[in-house]
């Protein structure tokens, strides 16, 4: 089923790369685990504009082995949260699960910021146990990607920010 609401024509999509490492046994032994500072406020977005709405239109998530083998070996549920640089403010009140693998689903989320020289970052957290299938591979890295559309639109974006209710997806304001 497609989401109905629509970015306007001149919308400038924004497609986004995040990769993120766990080397086997750093820092817990037995595991890859993702909690160490190079997976900490990557940058997503490097520079926000305040007029302007963000719409994250599609996310996709993989890792550096056959998915088969990433759900045999999740401890801890991998997990992307989204921020905004100038504050630890969420962007959504909820951390992204890497469950599973995910090929650009669709994902409608509204968000803006009334600060300057603000960015959207991204952390990466979780563990996963070393597996049959992982025995000598020394590190397993997870992309997370993103199609965000910046509405530049001002009239566009201000209804928005101002009928967010009425879209479609979700929508989360800093201020």
């Known amino acids: 089923m497609a989401i109905i609401e629509r970015v306007s024509v001149k919308a400038l999509p924004i497609e986004t790369n995040n990769r993120f490492a766990a080397n086997f046994n750093v820092p817990t032994v037995g595991q890859y685990d993702y909690g160490i500072a190079a997976n900490v406020d990557q940058v997503v ?77 991204v952390t990466f957290d979780g563990a996963l146990n070393q597996v049959a299938a992982t025995v000598g591979v020394p590190t397993i890295y997870a992309n997370l990607s993103f199609v965000i559309y910046e509405e530049n639109n001002l009239q566009i974006a201000t209804r928005i920010k101002e009928q967010t209710n009425e879209c479609a997806g979700e929508f989360y304001r800093y201020g």
């Open 45 to 121: 977005i490097g520079s926000l504009n305040p007029n302007f709405v963000y719409i994250i239109d599609r996310v996709s998530f993989s890792a550096s082995i056959p998915e088969g083998v990433y759900l045999e070996s999740v401890n801890t549920v991998p997990t992307a949260r989204l921020r905004f640089r100038n504050t630890d403010y969420g962007i959504y009140p909820r951390p992204l699960p890497g469950v599973n693998y995910k090929d650009n689903l669709e994902w409608r989320f509204f968000f803006w910021t009334e600060k300057k020289n603000d960015a959207l970052l």
